[in-house]
């Protein structure tokens, strides 16, 4: 963890100074952005060469897993990265405040990519923890302080800030397969999980820089922990540890322990937790009938983005294994590494979020209602697996297929993606009552984590069927009618969500 020192004045920020401005958005966006840039260099980096290190053999310094067990380990990690952003949030709510938990949290991710470098498996898997640990802290809070520059909830700057937001996320996603891929594959696996954590320690350094540029309100605990909660909750969390660590080492002792002894605890809690959260919000008697009814709307998006993300997430499983075993390296001439797929996605964001953002402004009162965003989002993302389909017939035999196939996938789960996402993290804000701000945005990144703990489900009971034709068509014809389905639904949903449109 790291020193106080890292957070020492971090606690009474200075307005923005000379009424500068960032794209006509306070100056604080700019921090926000490169900070969010830089810490997505160095997620998808890993993310970029993490299934492939597992599945490579050992005698090319690979774990040497199946495809599947590795797919699933994927899904379970990106899903307690999720996960953890609920109390990430929690604890800058209660104890740190968003703006001096993003420090920290900068520093636990550096860390973990630093260990990842380590070419020894128990560091690597400890360099997980840390990153898993250290997005959560981060995920929620960095989100919300970009809420916080607006304090008009209807302020039409902010979904336009919530754009350029996820344009640094996508900018960094975009640079980090290119290089740390590259890196990774074709010079040293370890090299390339160093080249995240030199990633993530830029990032934190311009955060520290810059964070004179925040909102005051960043810097606020809203509701700080008492002294006796403080040592009630030490008491559960010694408890819970101490119970996990006699479970666990009963089963090292008894010789049975395999890897799905983490992946099916860590998939059924991803799908219990949320619904937890709800009923707990929903029965605080803290928050008003109208803050009560908006959560209850707020619960029809959560379920709409976890099966959004069951699809979207596989990109760095299910699509990365079919990259590398079923899709050719090479096009008009040029040929390069399975992991720059990756990078099509941020790409097609970049070139086309701008158009979105001006097209939501331009409609005026005809935009397409938050409800009817998110049905279009989760119609495209199920057709992309339709496309997908295509592809692993024509990969058939052995063949493989040209690149365009995945080209043209990334672009449809792109449309859909701008659709829903950037969506989502705006109204999660405007929804969210005062006492759980930080929370419901580690609600909104529980819908992640749900998502893909659905996936990894799949690909431990489905095994190396996961990449069949009929896995792409029978999840893809579910989430195209998830989308009719909120699609027809809206009606009932707009209401609960009182003034916030």
């Given at each position: 963890?790291p020193?106080t020192?890292?957070?020492?004045?971090?606690?009474?920020?200075a307005?923005p100074?000379g009424?500068?401005?960032f794209?006509?958005h306070?100056r604080g966006l700019?921090t926000?952005?490169?900070?969010?840039?830089?810490?997505?260099?160095?997620?998808?980096g890993m993310?970029a060469l993490?299934?492939?290190?597992?599945?490579?053999p050992?005698?090319q310094?690979g774990?040497?897993?199946k495809?599947?067990t590795a797919?699933?380990?994927?899904?379970?990690?990106n899903?307690?990265?999720?996960?953890?952003a609920?109390p990430?949030?929690?604890?800058a709510?209660r104890?740190w405040?968003?703006?001096r938990?993003?420090a920290?949290?900068?520093?636990?991710?550096m860390t973990g990519?630093?260990?990842?470098?380590?070419?020894?498996?128990?560091?690597f898997?400890a360099?997980?923890?840390?990153?898993?640990i250290g997005?959560g802290?981060l995920?929620?809070?960095?989100?919300?302080m970009?809420?916080?520059?607006y304090?008009?909830?209807n302020d039409?700057r902010?979904d336009?800030a919530f754009?350029?937001f996820?344009?640094?996320i996508?900018?960094?996603a975009?640079?980090?397969?290119l290089?740390i891929?590259?890196v990774?594959?074709?010079?040293n696996?370890h090299?390339?999980?160093a080249l995240?954590g030199?990633g993530m320690a830029i990032?934190?350094?311009?955060y520290?820089l810059?964070?004179?540029?925040l909102a005051?309100e960043?810097?606020?605990v809203p509701?700080?922990?008492?002294?006796a909660e403080?040592?009630a909750l030490?008491?559960?969390?010694a408890l819970?540890?101490?119970?996990?660590?006699?479970?666990y080492?009963a089963v090292?002792f008894?010789?049975?322990?395999t890897?799905?002894w983490?992946?099916?605890?860590?998939?059924?809690a991803g799908?219990?937790?949320?619904?937890?959260?709800f009923?707990?919000?929903?029965?605080d008697?803290?928050?008003?009938?109208?803050?009560?009814?908006?959560?209850?709307g707020?619960?029809?998006f959560?379920?709409?983005a976890?099966?959004?993300?069951?699809?979207y997430?596989?990109s760095?499983?299910t699509?990365?294994v079919?990259?590398?075993d079923?899709?050719?390296?090479?096009l008009?001439g040029?040929?390069?590494?399975?992991?720059w797929?990756?990078?099509?996605?941020p790409?097609?964001i970049?070139?086309?979020?701008p158009?979105?953002a001006?097209?939501?402004v331009?409609?005026?009162?005809?935009n397409?209602s938050?409800t009817?965003?998110f049905?279009?989002?989760l119609i495209g993302?199920?057709v992309s697996?339709g496309v997908m389909m295509?592809?692993?017939?024509?990969?058939?035999g052995?063949?493989?297929?040209?690149p365009?196939?995945?080209?043209?996938?990334?672009?449809v789960q792109?449309?859909?993606?701008l659709?829903?996402?950037?969506?989502?993290?705006?109204v999660?804000?405007?929804?969210?009552?005062a006492k759980?701000?930080g929370?419901m945005?580690?609600?909104w990144?529980?819908?992640?984590t749900?998502?893909?703990c659905?996936?990894?489900?799949?690909q431990?009971i489905?095994?190396?069927a996961?990449?069949s034709?009929a896995?792409f068509a029978i999840?893809?014809?579910?989430v195209?009618?998830?989308?009719v389905?909120?699609?027809?639904?809206?009606?009932?949903i707009?209401?609960l969500m009182?003034?916030?449109?």
């Amino acid at each position: 963890m790291p020193s106080t020192s890292l957070t020492k004045g971090l606690t009474a920020p200075a307005p923005p100074a000379g009424g500068r401005t960032f794209f006509g958005h306070p100056r604080g966006l700019a921090t926000l952005f490169m900070t969010e840039m830089w810490e997505r260099f160095s997620f998808y980096g890993m993310r970029a060469l993490l299934v492939l290190y597992l599945v490579a053999p050992a005698s090319q310094g690979g774990m040497a897993m199946k495809a599947a067990t590795a797919a699933a380990l994927y899904s379970v990690y990106n899903a307690t990265v999720y996960l953890l952003a609920m109390p990430g949030g929690w604890i800058a709510d209660r104890l740190w405040g968003p703006r001096r938990t993003v420090a920290v949290a900068g520093a636990v991710i550096m860390t973990g990519h630093f260990l990842l470098a380590v070419p020894v498996h128990g560091t690597f898997f400890a360099g997980l923890v840390f990153i898993a640990i250290g997005s959560g802290l981060l995920k929620a809070n960095i989100s919300t302080m970009v809420g916080h520059l607006y304090p008009d909830r209807n302020d039409p700057r902010r979904d336009g800030a919530f754009t350029i937001f996820y344009m640094g996320i996508n900018l960094g996603a975009f640079a980090a397969p290119l290089v740390i891929g590259t890196v990774g594959q074709q010079v040293n696996w370890h090299l390339g999980f160093a080249l995240a954590g030199v990633g993530m320690a830029i990032g934190l350094t311009q955060y520290l820089l810059g964070s004179r540029h925040l909102a005051p309100e960043s810097s606020r605990v809203p509701t700080p922990l008492r002294g006796a909660e403080r040592v009630a909750l030490a008491k559960r969390a010694a408890l819970w540890l101490a119970a996990a660590a006699v479970f666990y080492g009963a089963v090292l002792f008894s010789g049975s322990f395999t890897i799905e002894w983490v992946l099916w605890p860590l998939s059924l809690a991803g799908l219990a937790l949320p619904a937890y959260y709800f009923t707990r919000i929903r029965r605080d008697r803290d928050i008003t009938a109208d803050e009560r009814r908006k959560v209850t709307g707020y619960i029809w998006f959560f379920l709409a983005a976890a099966v959004f993300w069951m699809i979207y997430d596989q990109s760095g499983s299910t699509l990365t294994v079919f990259a590398s075993d079923d899709t050719a390296s090479s096009l008009w001439g040029m040929h390069f590494p399975s992991s720059w797929f990756q990078s099509l996605n941020p790409l097609y964001i970049m070139a086309l979020a701008p158009f979105v953002a001006m097209l939501w402004v331009r409609l005026g009162r005809r935009n397409p209602s938050t409800t009817v965003k998110f049905a279009y989002g989760l119609i495209g993302i199920g057709v992309s697996f339709g496309v997908m389909m295509l592809a692993q017939a024509a990969a058939s035999g052995g063949t493989k297929v040209s690149p365009l196939w995945l080209a043209v996938v990334y672009l449809v789960q792109t449309v859909a993606e701008l659709c829903l996402s950037p969506v989502g993290l705006s109204v999660t804000t405007k929804l969210a009552p005062a006492k759980y701000a930080g929370q419901m945005m580690g609600l909104w990144f529980l819908a992640v984590t749900a998502g893909d703990c659905v996936a990894a489900l799949v690909q431990l009971i489905a095994g190396d069927a996961f990449l069949s034709q009929a896995s792409f068509a029978i999840q893809g014809v579910v989430v195209v009618l998830a989308g009719v389905a909120v699609l027809v639904l809206r009606r009932r949903i707009i209401p609960l969500m009182g003034d916030v449109r």
